[in-house]
């Protein structure tokens, strides 16, 4: 009888489902902490980038990621294992827009947020079957954080949208053109 569960716990690890299944350390709210921290220090670095590349946010998160393209001006990503992150999308020309897909695991509420990032400066949730989203406004993008509601609300995914911002960087650059 313990040989038959040995070898089906040992196939079960093997195909990696014990290990996928496995929630991020939230036992021990410092390894926690730090853990979250060390994501909220990620997305700092990568409101400071001036242009969204797979080079640059595969350096803000301080992982190589293996992007392919999706579309012409579309490229996605599939997170590391344990990162917290599973899905690094950039969409737009020049890099407009980043959305990242965040493991509910990573365990981030509203309230950690706020406690790094401070008030948002708006909160838009446009239907019950969408996430609503924490907005604060940037120097170089307008950050968003998706949240899944409940009790707690959990992140589910950061946008960073450059959009915004870049229709004012060509304004400028067309007029300084014109003269």
Known sequence: MNKKIALVALAFIWTGSAVAEK??????KEQAMTTKE????KIDALTKVKGITPQSVSKALKTRLEFAKTSN????????????????????????????DVSPRLGVTTEDIRRHFGEETDVVHESPDLPAYLVYSKPQAQLKFGMKLGKPDILIVVILDRTEFALKEIRANSSTEKK
Do not use: K
């Open 23 to 28: 929630p991020l350390p939230t036992n021990n």
């Open 38 to 41: 060390d994501f909220f220090l």
């Open 73 to 100: 001006i579309n490229t996605a990503a599939h997170g590391p294992s344990g990162s917290g992150i599973d899905r690094v999308e950039i969409r737009g020309e020049g890099g407009r827009f980043l959305t990242i």
